[in-house]
């Protein structure tokens, strides 16, 4: 079946929406690079990689699909922060709104009644609930040790033990 066009297009915003994302989490491991938290460094660009690999799955599944793939700009994004908990605050406001794009094509594949589409999205739904966990998680630690560089130190080696998941092997 061939993909609707309106769903075609949309498909092709999340590839642009995946790879922006991963330009985001990149700023923000570079912001890390210039702090003492190694480990916050290597969590974002960890981040940084499974956001590409998100990205990835996306084209093969428009070229699977016989579709059109079309790669847009990626905007330059801010690396602005004032805090280590600042940065983490951003990456959730960030994962929000990746949930909703996904909410709002599984609602446009259900739509036109595309089943394929929306059993590729449910992966979607899983890792979204688990990235915005992880990083609500590491806000409710960061809360709670504040400027205490003793607990802010402990976090950071925490975040260092993130193990990339190997999602997509476009990566
Ligand atoms: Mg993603």
Redesign the pocket.
């Known amino acids: 079946m061939d993909l609707d066009s309106k769903l075609q297009n949309l498909l092709n915003e999340q590839i642009n929406?995946?790879m922006s994302?991963?330009y985001v989490y990149l700023a923000m491991s570079s912001w890390f690079e210039e702090t003492p938290y190694s480990g916050f460094a290597q969590w974002m660009y960890t981040q940084s990689l499974?956001?590409t690999d998100?990205?990835m799955k996306f084209y093969r599944f428009l070229a699977d699909r016989n579709a059109k793939v079309e790669l847009m700009a990626i905007e330059q994004p801010s690396a602005d922060y004032d805090s280590v908990l600042d940065v983490f605050k951003a990456s959730l406001g960030q994962?929000r709104r990746?949930t909703a794009q996904i909410h709002d094509l599984y609602s446009l594949a259900d739509e036109v009644r595309d089943h394929e589409t929306k059993n590729f999205l449910n992966w979607?739904l899983d890792?979204?609930v688990e990235?915005e966990k992880n990083v609500r998680d590491m806000i409710d630690r960061l809360e709670l040790v504040g400027v205490n560089p003793v607990g802010l130190l402990q976090l950071d080696q925490e975040a260092a033990g993130r193990k990339p998941v190997a999602a997509s092997g476009a990566v």
């Open positions: 929406h995946e994302s991963s499974e956001e998100h990205a994962e990746v979607f890792e979204q990235e």
